[in-house]
């Protein structure tokens, strides 16, 4: 099954943008759904942004908490999702958390995480 690795958290001043970044890799033959989740210290998870690939038709999905604000992108021969946030606020403070959806090369289904990368917002 593939592997996610995260990059891109961070601190930043209220108002500030990060980019994060997510690659899978390993035994993938295919990924249908990329995303992101968030957990804040206390909270639930969250799903954050969510990107899903039809054929040649990708269906996007936010949180109404960060509509206008983030935006999430794939790049399909990378196996990459991103995640551009901006105007980040103090309440996007959490670890974030890519996800993947797909199939091996066998063609088993395969639902994956990464460990996640900080990202911290102060006024």
């Known amino acids: 099954q593939g592997q996610l690795v995260e990059s891109g958290g961070g601190s930043v001043q209220t108002g500030g943008s990060l980019r994060l970044s997510c690659v899978a890799s390993?035994?993938?033959?295919?990924?249908?759904?990329m995303g992101w989740h968030r957990q804040a210290p206390g909270k639930q998870r969250e799903l954050v942004a969510i990107i899903r690939t039809e054929g040649d038709t990708d269906y996007l999905d936010y949180a109404d908490s960060v509509k206008g604000r983030f935006t999430i992108s794939r790049d399909n021969a990378k196996n990459t999702v991103y995640l551009q946030m901006n105007n980040l606020k103090s309440e996007d403070t959490a670890l974030y958390s890519c996800?993947?959806?797909?199939?091996?090369?066998?063609?088993?289904?395969?639902?994956?995480w990464g460990q996640g990368t900080q990202v911290t917002v102060s006024s």
């Open positions: 996800l993947a959806r797909g199939r091996t090369r066998a063609g088993t289904l395969f639902a994956n």
């Open positions: 390993g035994n993938i033959g295919s990924i249908n759904t």
